[in-house]
Nanobody
Framework: VQLQASGGGLVQAGGSLRLSCAAS????????MGWYRQAPGKQRELVAG???????DYSDSVRGRFTVSRDDAKNTVYLQMNRLKVEDTAVYYC??????????WGQGTLVTVSS
């Protein structure tokens, strides 16, 4: 299993970014996945989850601003991030597997939101 996360970068507060997580096979349609982030000095946290059936869940801090979606034809999951805030600055990771399992992690992509 390989996961390749991309799409991070530097953006001003209020702006948008779209992260992508490409899998090495048709994995997202049969496994839970999640987008996590880890800010400097903080623990890694789950910000968005997507089930094989398409159910979505978000942390309170991003609900209404972030949207997780999936393209099974491309074996890719996306995280659309709108109205970004300085506190969204973090390394973002995608993970294949439910939150309680070790799972498989992508390499992380850095999102920096400037004021």
């Amino acid at each position: 299993v390989q996961l390749q996360a991309s799409g991070g970068g530097l953006v001003q507060a209020g702006g948008s970014l779209r992260l992508s997580c490409a899998a090495s096979g048709r994995l997202f349609s049969i496994n839970d996945m999640g987008w996590y982030r880890q800010a400097p000095g903080k623990q890694r946290e789950l910000v968005a989850g997507l089930s094989p059936g398409g159910s979505k869940d978000y942390s309170d801090s991003v609900r209404g601003r972030f949207t997780v979606s999936r393209d099974d034809a491309k074996n890719t999951v996306y995280l659309q991030m709108n109205r970004l805030k300085v506190e969204d600055t973090a390394v973002y990771y995608c993970k294949l597997g439910d939150p309680g399992a070790p799972g498989y992690w992508g390499q992380g992509t850095l999102v920096t939101v400037s004021s």
